[in-house]
């Protein structure tokens, strides 16, 4: 049976942890450096589903200012939108909306589909210097139609299962849509 490809994005403020979420899965390490990501980084992830393969190919898309222009290039096509705040800094919560709404502007209205994603409270191993409640994360995400998990890339809690959220959402909207 020939697989399913699927694209995912990564977004959110500089320095949440985006690509250490992605690190962390791909290779269970982790960093405790921030080298800021250069536009964008590319990556694969492959499930095997009982229905068949699936190809995730994930965007991890730096969050840093510079590359605004440039990261809209990066959103087209995407069928799963993963979207990251720090839970220790409320400044990366505050980012969520507009940058949700440019997103779905760049990537729903245009090309009229439906997309799934979630919001990832990151840095859950220091959930006892979270600013933004758990109550607060389950009502943003509840607003704005995506799944709520909370993640540290640090412990690999939850990572593994955001993840394969991503893949069995992506291949359950698109599935959906055909019938
Ligand atoms: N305590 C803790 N620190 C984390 C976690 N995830 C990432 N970090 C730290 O946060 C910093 C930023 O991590 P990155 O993964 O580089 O952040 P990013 O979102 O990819 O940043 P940009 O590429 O600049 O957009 C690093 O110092 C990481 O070690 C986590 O779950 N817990
Ligand atoms: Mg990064």
């Known amino acids: ?24 899965y791909q290779t269970n390490e982790f ?14 992830i492959v499930f095997n589903f009982p229905e068949g393969k699936v ?14 222009g440039l990261r809209n290039r990066f959103y087209e096509g995407a069928h799963h939108l993963i979207m990251v705040y720090d839970m220790t800094n409320k ?4 980012r969520i909306t507009p940058l949700y709404e440019a997103l779905t502007e760049k ?8 997309l799934s994603g979630s919001l990832v ?9 979270a600013v933004i409640s758990e109550q607060e994360g389950h009502s ?3 607003l704005l139609q995506l799944e709520y998990f909370e993640t540290s890339a640090r412990t690999g809690y939850n990572v593994s ?17 055909k019938v």
Do not use: W
Request: aromatic letters at 6%.
């Open 1 to 24: 049976m020939a697989a399913e490809l699927y694209k995912t994005i990564i977004v959110g403020a500089p320095s949440v942890g985006k690509s250490s979420l992605v690190r962390r």
């Open 31 to 44: 960093r405790e450096d921030h080298t800021a990501t250069v536009a964008a980084d590319l990556s694969a």
């Open 55 to 68: 190809v995730l190919t994930i965007v991890d898309v730096g969050g840093q200012e510079t590359f605004a």
């Open 91 to 94: 400044e990366t919560f505050k």
């Open 107 to 114: 990537i729903c209205i245009q090309r009229d589909k439906f």
């Open 121 to 129: 409270a990151n840095k859950a191993d220091l959930k006892n210097e």
């Open 140 to 142: 943003l995400a509840n």
């Open 161 to 177: 299962e955001m993840f394969l959220h991503a893949a069995a959402e992506s291949r359950r909207v698109r599935h959906a849509a």
